[in-house]
């Protein structure tokens, strides 16, 4: 049921995810998180999976960067607009398939074909059934040859709870708000889809099961998250925000900021 809602959730929402990591100071702090990371552990060239990877921000930033993309998604409204982008940038060469399929069956892939393989923006959240997640995550280790990096990045718990209370304080007291407390399970109807909101620990435990070696956790907004105009704003004084980035970067990966960032990137090596 969570693949319908989803679907539904994702066709009506194509060209805001599309403009969402570049259209402000705040949503940029998750991108260019994410970039700085796949930079660090990415080989240098080869082949690389974006699963579940929406309308293509991160296969067309990769692309750009010399490397050899397959992009899948759940979602054929995000894969049609996705191929318009990528003609768009003169990316054909580089972007060798556009799949449709999900990140629970990457059965179409045989064992050991990417050299990296990277879930960005919180597919595996969109995941309900632990069983299906735990399936998906194999999928993602499956696919790719032994040494290559992976990288997942979902939802955290405890930011939303935290939003919550900033933002929707009157709702804490709706039954919902202690079934997300308490299992991170939400079903959707409220203004969001079908989401599993994670424990740092919760998922780190989901990947160390496996024969992976997890090499960072990293909290991609940071310090900053649910603080969207104050750092707009911020970064409008260029001093400050430089440093702000450098201490975004210095801290980002403590494990009380991972906990707390409304992403969570785990970035694990297969053995």
Known sequence: MSKQLVK??????????????????????????????????LP????????????????????????????????SAN??????????????????????GSITDLSKFANGTFDGVICLGGPLSHVLDKEERNKAISELIRVAKKGAPIFVSVMSRWSLLVSQLKLFPQEIEHPLFRK????????GGYGFTACHFFLPEELKESFAKKSVKILEMVGLEGLGSHFQKKINKLAKNKKRWKIWLETHYKICTHPVVVGMSEHILIICRKT
Do not use: C, H, M
Request: glycine share 8%.
């Open 79 to 100: 894969l049609e607009f996705a191929k318009r982008q990528i003609k768009k940038a003169n990316l054909q060469n580089r972007v060798n398939d556009v799949v449709d």
């Open 8 to 41: 539904k959730y994702y066709t009506g929402y194509v060209r805001k995810e599309w403009r969402r990591l570049i259209n402000s100071a705040y949503y940029k702090l998750e991108f260019d998180t994410t970039l700085y990371f796949l930079k660090k552990y």
């Open 180 to 187: 997300i407390r308490d299992t991170g399970d939400y079903t």
């Open 44 to 75: 240098k060239k080869g082949l690389i999976l974006d699963a579940g990877g929406g309308p293509g921000r991160y296969t067309i930033e990769l692309a750009k960067q010399g490397y050899n993309i397959v992009l899948l998604d759940l979602t």
